[in-house]
C-alpha cells in the first residue's frame, strides 16, 4: 500500500506541474490532486524535493532495469534519457527553480549504478580493488552526468539516441583497458609492453 501511494503522490506532483511551476506547488496541492491528509504526504515525505528525489530515482530504477551490463549499458544510458525526457515539466522545474546540483544528485546515484555495474561484470575475473573500480566507475559517471545537464540545460532538444552513439564512440573499449591498467595480477607480458 505505501508504494501505491507514493506512486499516487508522484502522479499528482506531475500533474500539477503541467498546471505551475514547482516553487508554487505546495503540500496541501498535491494532497488534495492526490485525495490524502497532508499526514498522510509527511508519512510518506519530508518535504516536496523528497517526493521528487524520490520520483526521480524510481523512474529511473525502471528505466536501467536489466541494462547495466557491458553489452546493454548503452541501453540503460538511452533509457535513462527516456526516463528524463519523460519527466520533462519535473526535471525543468527542478533544474530553474532550485539548481543544476539539485538535478545532479538525482542523476548521481542513476548513473553510478549503470556504471558500476559495467566495471564490476568486467572485472569480475580480475584482481582489481573495490576501490579502484569505485574510481574507473565515478570517473565515467561525472561525463555521463555532464553530458546529460548539458542536454538538460539545451531544453532536451538534441535526439538522445544520438547523444549515447557519440558516447559510445568515446567509451568503447576504455573501460576494460582501464580495469587492465589497475589489475594487481596483471601478466608480465603485458606489463612488459606498458
Sequence with gaps: MSQTTKRALAASLKNLLLQKPLPKITINDIAEDCGISRMTFYYHFKDIYDLVEWTCAEDAARALEGKKTYDTWQEGFLNIFHAVHANKPLIMNVYRSVSRERIEQYLNPLIHSLILGVVEEKSAEMAVSMTDQQFIASFYEYAFIGIMLEWIGNGMKEEPAAIVERTNSVVRGNILRALESFRT??????????
Design 185 to 194: 595480477d596483471r601478466p608480465l607480458h603485458m606489463e612488459a609492453n606498458d
